[in-house]
């Protein structure tokens, strides 16, 4: 059974930093490409970073140069570092990943920037 848990979420300043955890299980987690997505009220859901399994990356324009996505497969876990956060980033984010053709998604955490 996939299981995928976000934590790392919380309320910062602008400018601050924090670093997002995905806990994956159920799955062969060295072999399968992740991603982070994000939600904003109102907004529909966003690719926010995705990484492969050999941790290529991409990112998203907006976040570009800020966030780092990475991979630790000895702790099934992904991580999400986000410096130099805006208000903008305020938002729900999720990790997922497409596993035999199915989405699976964590709960998500919340990030929300003050101004």
């Not at 934590?7 to 930093?17: D, H, I, N, R, Y």
């Not at 299980?25 to 992740?34: A, E, K, L, N, Y």
């Amino acid at each position: 059974q996939v299981r995928l848990v976000e934590s790392g979420g919380g309320l910062v300043q602008a400018g601050e930093s924090l670093r997002l955890s995905c806990a994956a299980s159920g799955f062969v987690f060295i072999r399968t490409p992740m991603a982070w997505y994000r939600q904003s009220p109102g907004k529909q859901r966003e690719v926010v970073a995705r990484i492969t399994s050999g941790s290529s990356t991409n990112y998203a324009d907006s976040v570009k140069g800020r966030f780092t996505i990475s991979r630790d497969n000895a702790k099934n876990t992904m991580y999400l570092q986000m410096n130099s956060l805006k208000p903008e980033d305020t938002a729900v984010y999720y990790c997922t990943v497409n596993y035999f053709g199915r989405d699976y998604w964590g709960q998500g955490t919340q990030v929300t920037v003050s101004s």
